[in-house]
């Protein structure tokens, strides 16, 4: 999909709303009622700092697409990590990436993400990045669990409107 307007670093005037996660395990609900309605072949930016749940909330997305939990490792090192599930997944962590020659170079732009999905934690360290996703989640840490802001264009918030997050 392609965006008139990036999703950061300013989403003024985009449809944006914010989740309270109390835990871990909801963070996991979560996230596998998001990919229940969710289109493949959308790029998913996941911002926040260290141990804000990212990576756990992409273990909840895969397990949506039948990706058993211990699958799901945080690309940290490896930087782009593939799910085989009922649709690619691909999980991607832009830590230590530090230029966009590097980021060229890990082959996410030439990734088939058509049936799938492509989830990247640090998007927000690459503008060339800001085009490229479809929506834009970002963790924060609170005192008793994590906010969860989204923002993405009309259709896919539409489409997320339809979910009951009281049911998680
Ligand atoms: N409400 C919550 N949602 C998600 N994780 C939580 C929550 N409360 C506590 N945690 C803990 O916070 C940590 C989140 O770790 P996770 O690896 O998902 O973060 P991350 O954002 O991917 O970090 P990094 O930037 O290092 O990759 C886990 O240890 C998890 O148990
Ligand atoms: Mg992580």
């Known amino acids: 999909m392609t965006h008139q307007r990036p999703l950061w670093p300013s989403p003024k005037g985009r449809p944006r709303f914010s989740l309270f996660i109390k835990n871990p395990a909801t963070m996991m609900r979560t996230a596998r009622a998001l990919a229940n309605v969710l289109p493949a072949g959308i790029s998913i930016g996941l911002s926040g700092e260290l141990g804000a749940g990212k990576t756990t909330f992409v273990k909840g997305f895969a397990a949506a697409c039948k990706v058993p939990r211990d699958a799901v490792t945080s690309p940290t090192f490896t930087i782009i990590n593939e799910y085989k599930g009922t649709v690619p997944i691909f999980h991607a962590d832009l830590y230590r990436i530090s230029s966009?020659?590097?980021?060229?170079?890990?082959?996410?732009?030439?990734?088939?993400?058509?049936?799938?999905?492509?989830?990247?934690?640090?998007?927000?360290?690459?503008?060339?990045?800001?085009?490229?996703?479809?929506?834009?989640?970002?963790?924060?840490?609170?005192?008793?669990?994590?906010?969860?802001?989204?923002?993405?264009?009309?259709?896919?918030?539409?489409?997320?409107?339809?979910?009951?997050?009281?049911?998680?």
């Open 100 to 168: 966009d020659e590097e980021l060229v170079r890990t082959g996410i732009y030439d990734l088939d993400i058509q049936s799938g999905f492509l989830l990247i934690e640090w998007p927000e360290k690459f503008k060339s990045l800001a085009n490229y996703l479809d929506l834009f989640l970002f963790f924060s840490i609170k005192k008793d669990g994590r906010l969860l802001s989204l923002t993405g264009n009309q259709e896919l918030m539409n489409r997320i409107k339809t979910v009951n997050f009281e049911e998680r």
